[in-house]
Nanobody, 119 residues
Framework: QVQLVESGGGLVQPGGSLRLSCAAS????????MGWYRQAPGKQRELVAN???????YYADSVKGRFTISRDNAKNTVFLQMNSLEPEDTAVYYC?????????????WGQGTQVTISS
């Protein structure tokens, strides 16, 4: 059974920092592209950042220079360090895994963690 369990969300003031974690089980983590998406009220879910099996990463323009994604293959965990947070970063953040499956990929999602940026 695949499980992605996020933690680390919360309420912080603008300019603050948070570190999200996503612990994965039931997948071959080493061969899985891991990512973080977010969904704000009334908006579509969007990709924030992802990290490949070799450590290469992608960031949405809106978070470049502020967020850092990393992975610990020994602990089957992916992290999202978020600095200089802005009210526009308020959203539910979801962990995602893209698993190789029959020539394509199979997506799994966590339950989401709320991040609220407000003074």
């Amino acid at each position: 059974q695949v499980q992605l369990v996020e933690s680390g969300g919360g309420l912080v003031q603008p300019g603050g920092s948070l570190r999200l974690s996503c612990a994965a089980s039931g997948i071959d983590f080493r061969f899985t592209v891991m990512g973080w998406y977010r969904q704000a009220p009334g908006k579509q879910r969007e990709l924030v950042a992802n990290i490949g099996t070799g450590g290469s990463s992608y960031y949405a323009d809106s978070v470049k220079g502020r967020f850092t994604i990393s992975r610990d293959n020994a602990k089957n965990t992916v992290f999202l360090q978020m600095n200089s947070l802005e009210p526009e970063d308020t959203a539910v953040y979801y962990c995602n895994s893209k698993n190789p499956f029959r020539g394509g990929t199979l997506d799994y999602w966590g339950q989401g963690t709320q991040v609220t940026i407000s003074s």
